[in-house]
């Protein structure tokens, strides 16, 4: 399904970012306040434009509700204008704000002024944030190490009425399942193996980054 995201700063991280999400078939509107950088990439995505991201009016103008997600790229150098993106974006009706931060106290700020996802990124981040975003069941992901990922995810249509017996993730992709959270909000860590899993279902899983991207091209995410 083709979604539509608005990536503000063209820097390494949210040009990369921008060219995922691109090539995943999804529509992109970049904005940086630099001329030289979106005359480099105006042939690489949707649309790019040379905009201020802390003016109001400016941001009134994109339709901040029609995106699905707002990213945040601002070099941590320019915090403050960071800062201020957020807050306005969130001020104008962003469905979902993720921002870029170079430090654990930028984060934090980050947060509490309104950004629902804070990444603390290297180049090879923004690919695999374009990732997430294009699929439609991963919610959440925290990355413990270079090769270790959990992941929060909707129950993939393909898992629903099945248990662990005969699902055998652990064998066919060598991720783990380490919770499951109904549609009441129940909370089972770890699932018993006859465990049938429901569509509504909220699932956690670990693994390596390799393995859980085959998962992710398997038959789950067809």
Avoid: W
């Avoid at 970049?30 to 105006?42: A, L, P, R």
């Avoid at 400016?58 to 800062?83: H, R």
């Avoid at 783990?176 to 193996?193: H, L, Q, R, Y």
């Amino acid at each position: 399904m083709k979604r539509s995201f608005l990536v503000i700063g063209l820097g390494r991280f949210g040009i990369s970012l921008a060219r995922t999400l691109t090539k995943e078939g999804h529509s992109v509107l970049g904005i940086d306040s630099s001329e030289t950088v979106i005359q480099k990439f105006s042939f690489e995505i949707d649309n790019v434009m040379k905009l201020d991201a802390t003016d109001s009016e400016v941001l009134d103008s994109l339709g901040i509700p029609e995106f699905e997600a707002v990213i945040i790229c601002i070099g941590e150098k320019y915090i403050q204008n960071s800062i201020l993106a957020t807050l306005l974006a969130k001020e104008k009706g962003a469905k979902k704000i993720i921002a870029k931060a170079g430090t654990k106290v930028q984060g934090k700020v980050l947060s509490k002024v309104g950004a629902d996802m804070v990444v603390f990124p290297e180049k090879d981040m923004g690919e695999r944030v374009g990732k997430i975003l294009s699929s439609n069941n991963v919610i959440d992901y925290i990355e413990l190490s270079s090769n270790i990922t959990i992941l929060e995810l909707k129950t993939p249509e393909l898992m629903a009425g099945k248990d662990l017996i005969e699902l055998n993730l652990r064998r066919k992709y060598g991720v783990t399942i380490i919770s499951v959270k109904d549609s009441e909000g129940n909370v089972k860590t770890p699932p018993a193996v006859n465990y049938k899993f429901k569509q509504e279902d909220i699932l956690t899983l670990i693994g390596e980054n390799k393995l859980l991207i085959k998962l992710h091209l398997m038959e789950f995410y067809k």
